[in-house]
């Protein structure tokens, strides 16, 4: 019989491992008694938890971590001899031993009591004594014996405990072992040949009721029950078999007689010679041998030997037993009840039974009628057999006891064996010396073992150890190579190492490991913190400089503009309009408005006027990001180079105009051919590459169109769009095939519709337009009496200047000569809405606006706090996107013609080629007007002219604000030598040739020119213009009275300043920029803004410039008109 257990089961791929997965649970908690197996995938571990009734606990863990990540896992644990201690336990995986340990708790007491128990349904418990079975049933190559390898003469079998679940229980489950609990049987049964008990099973693993859980310990009980009764029947029958032994040695018969039947060995008698007869005593010789005679008197005896002859007066008897004299001498009678013997003093005695246990450990005793008899004593030992009465016998080396190749020696106490041969193990004895095999332990824990003909094999040494895989040491990865930055230490562990965390002040990556491979790729790098940008800066107070240092940071003063210091804290500082309400920022204005005072950061910074901050390119947003939530609170994502529309097409925080992969695509803008849009392939369909627009943003990828015009915006360009103006009507049958018109009215029959006919009622089918002022040359008369740019018989209010030509109503007649704008009925002095239609004249707040216009004085939808002309419906906002390009060479090839790009929704232009003179001008027509853009030149190649332009009425009349950098001589003398000079200049363009090469060398000559150009203000200092730099240029236009005034600012400081400069040729008209042979330059920031206000102390300032000087804007009262940033 054996009390070895099996627990034993499988896994497979579809496992869930993680965390904590249980094959076996049991515990009373009333004993406190534990018995739990578990898998931990976390740190790939085998591990047995058993806990006794006296509160003793162990835990015996098996590493495992090449073995838990194999695909299919088939485990069975071993344990051994549980009905003795210690007990030792083997765990294979997958037909090799990994494992091999001793408990010093008994197995058995982590079952005792009444346990609810559980077993993940995939696992069994079987009971045997020999592996292998178990091992095969798993599909391992090994051969199961028909016999135990035990040295008891027993057949065993291998018996399965099957534990019975109920269905309707709760599963038990601690949130402690953290484990899914599926599991799935194993595939392989045991040969039919063994017995197997099976108890009723069902698929869930379930907690069992106290009956159910008893069977295991139970059955555990049942093995013990059976061993115990299998060592008193061998006992029994050895007994029995020495009893027989010691009855045939007595037997005459048996033994063959006492004779002996050799008749040649001659027969020896013995004579009274040898006197054997007692002293005294007569002897007689016969033919027999010789006969003594009787003892002498008082003696007792046969002759030979004669003792003196005992009376009862020796008192020979027991105690108590009575005493009787006879001729032999004195007779005792019988010993006392309970004794036994022949009741001579000293003969009586207790008669001792088995009981007792008299005989020697394994030596058999047997029951006899005077007590008892013990038997031989065990092979190896002499003596009586009784409890201290064997001995071994002693063996020597002459008889060959120790193994084959192991020294022997003599000792007073027999033979001693040495140690056995390299790579056996056992006590070195004739049978105990055996092959090392993996059951022995002997691979470093973790390390695989693999028993073979020749003997066990270890693997390689963990991950962080080093050795011959029985023996494994800790690698110090510290010393072989640290990978931990100066500031830290490099802390060895077993195994593996780590680097503590980088000093404060400093943070840097975790780096830890295992083993040396691969360690030269770890580095920890301990980088600086910057504490002021933790959101909190640093802990200093708000509004004060935090500057960091390596490893901490220091507080310091406070911002520009506020005052304060670390203990009180900073506080800004602002300025109080006159209303003695409004607070506007120290660097801001304030403005007076529609409905009281509104705030506007000063030239030089941005902002939205509660809150300003430095402006370093002039775009309208400022260098740091501001506690407001405005566009202009925003931090400038390009503080060197201007961008009012802060575009940011790749959305990495640099913003377009600096950056160099605008769309991030990889490829730089130069030679990019879709720069906004990534295309890393870089394709383009159009044969040549002739339009240099790649397909991914090309609209009209098989056709060269390298203008991209596309006017009615659809995505498709005009030069492969069959409807050019979406008007519904195919370009080849469209009279305007580019202004949507699907009446295709054509009063004068020339085949142009009146939309696009610069000439509607006079027939023009050619178009031709000289002067660009939009009236084709048919019907152009030049005929303007107030010069304000309308030619006579199309202007609405002929003999008053009026070059918006606004008229409110739509009556034809212009609001400058309307005494009724909005033709409500009520005339524009009496009325409270004189723009907007209110007969009613409803004012609910009695502050003489109308309910009507309140907060709108146009009727326009936009707020006149953020509309640009709040009396003009047809203009609300700043916008360059629909312009007429003006070629002011158009003759000839010497440069080419200049580039438009238009952003920020047409606030902002660029033009990037080094091109012959040219206009980019609006369609928005101006009266009275403020005029405001930063000019930045961004490059540093040539040094010529850009500007501005305003009241253009046609490309012969126009006003011209020009610089050039430095002084140059035009390379074309024809038809007259040009000179520029350096330095800012303000000229009236009123050409009598137009546009060609007198007008050309007349733009770039410095001074005046009869019939072509005068020189109305230049900058007496000369200084050219500075390549990325920006300046902010403000003109004031008041065509009524011919006033101009322009301002030059760099950053916050006024560089030039024209005075008051009158001219009043022409009266109003169209804005623009201007460029002449400069590439590179950036019209920024772009404001425009309806005025005809005149402030009187402008007025009072008379003719002359004065000198640039710092508070000249509230000095001269221009604050009160200079243009709203918004």
Known sequence: MTSDVYLTGELFDEEERQGALVLFRGEDEALGTKFIVYLEFTSHQVIIHVKSRDGKELQITFPCQPQLKEKDIRITLHFQDLLNSPNKILLYINCKLVGNETSSIPIREGLVG????QINPRFWFYIGSDVRPILQNQGCPVSIPTQSPSSRNVHETIVRVVLPKKPKDKEMTSSKDKTDHSARTSGHQLPESHNKITLPDHKSTNTMDPAEARILSTSLQSLTSAVQQLQREITLQSQETRYLREVLSRCEMCRGGIHSTNTNRPEVVATCQEKPCFKGVVCEDTSQGFRCGECPVGFTGDGITCAPKITCDNNPCYPGVSCTETEGGARCGQCPAGVTGN????????VERCESDPCYPGVACIETTYGYTCGDCPEGMEGNGTANGCEPIPVRCEHFPCFDGTTCLDTSDGYQCGACPQGMTGNGTKFGCRPIECADNTCFPGVECVDSAAGFQCGSCPDGYKGNGSHCGDIDECRVFNPCSEMAECINLTPGFKCSNCPTGFSGNDVFGVGVEGIESLKQVCEDVNECEDGKNGGCVDYSHCTNTLGSFVCGDCFEDYAGNQTVGCQEMTTLCPDAITECHKHALCI????????????????????????????GVPNIELRCKEFRCARDNCREVPNSGQEDVDLDGIGDACDEDIDGDGVGNDPDNCPYVANPEQEDSDEGDKDRHGDACDNCPSVPNSDQEDTDKDGLGDACDPDIDDDGLLNEVDNCPKVDNPDQIDSDEDGVGDLCDNCPFTANKVQNDSDHDFVGDVCDTNEDEDRDGVQDNYDNCEFLPNADQLDTDDDNLGNVCDDDDDDDGILDDDDNCPLVWNPDQTDSDGDEYGDACAEDSDGDGYADVEDVCPEHKDIHSTDFRTFQTILLDPVGDSQIDPEWHIRNQGAEIIQTKNSDPGLAVSNTTFSGVDFSGTFFVNTEVDDDYAGFIFSFQDSS????????KS??????????????EPGIQLKLVNSKTGPGEYLRNALWHTGDTEDEVKLLWKDPRNAGWKEKTAYRLELIHRPDIGLIRMLLFEETNLVADSGNVYDATLRGGKLGVFSFSQEGVIWSNLVYRCNDYVPSG???EGAEPLEPMDGFLEDSGLHEFVRRRR
Do not use: E
Not at 114 to 117: A, I, L, V
Not at 967 to 980: E, L, N
């Open 592 to 619: 007076m408005g529609t409905s009281g005072y509104d705030c506007q950061c000063r030239i030089g910074y941005a902002g939205n006027g509660k809150f300003c901050a430095k402006d370093s390119d002039l775009d």
């Open 114 to 117: 009444t346990q609810r128990q």
């Open 1098 to 1100: 402008l007025l009072r």
């Open 967 to 980: 002084a140059q001589t035009y390379w074309h003398p024809t038809p007259f030598r040009a000179v520029a």
């Open 343 to 350: 009741a001579s003093r000293g003969s009586c005695q207790t």
């Open 957 to 964: 009349k126009f006003y011209c604000i020009m610089w050039k």
